[in-house]
Nanobody, 116 residues
Framework: QVQLVESGGGLVQPGGSLRLSCVASGSISGRYVMGWYRQAPGKQRELVAGISSGGTTDYAESVKSRCTISRDSAKNAVYLQMNSLKPEDTAVYYC??????????WGQGTQVTVSS
């Protein structure tokens, strides 16, 4: 069983930056995708960015020019660097490890609040 633990969220002013981290316990191997999702109050959870085991990345259009996803395979970790943050980026950010639709793991989430 894999557990994902996120960290790095917090309160930041508009225009500021945050770096989210997600560390997976247990072994990660084979073909997978690790990603960041977010859910704002009253809205559906949405993809922010993902990175495959092969290194392919994908971003939501709303964050593509402002965010960078990266991973450290040796540490079983994935990171999300977010710059030029906007109030609409406020949400709970979740880390996800995807192998198959029935073999998917989620973290507990970390709150990001962008406000002056």
């Amino acid at each position: 069983q894999v557990q994902l633990v996120e960290s790095g969220g917090g309160l930041v002013q508009p225009g500021g930056s945050l770096r989210l981290s997600c560390v997976a316990s247990g072994s990660i191997s084979g073909r997978y995708v690790m990603g960041w999702y977010r859910q704002a109050p009253g809205k559906q959870r949405e993809l922010v960015a993902g990175i495959s085991s092969g290194g392919t990345t994908d971003y939501a259009e709303s964050v593509k020019s402002r965010c960078t996803i990266s991973r450290d395979s040796a540490k079983n970790a994935v990171y999300l660097q977010m710059n030029s943050l906007k109030p609409e980026d406020t949400a709970v950010y979740y880390c996800r490890l995807f192998y198959t639709p029935i073999n998917t793991f989620w973290g507990q989430g970390t709150q990001v609040t962008v406000s002056s």
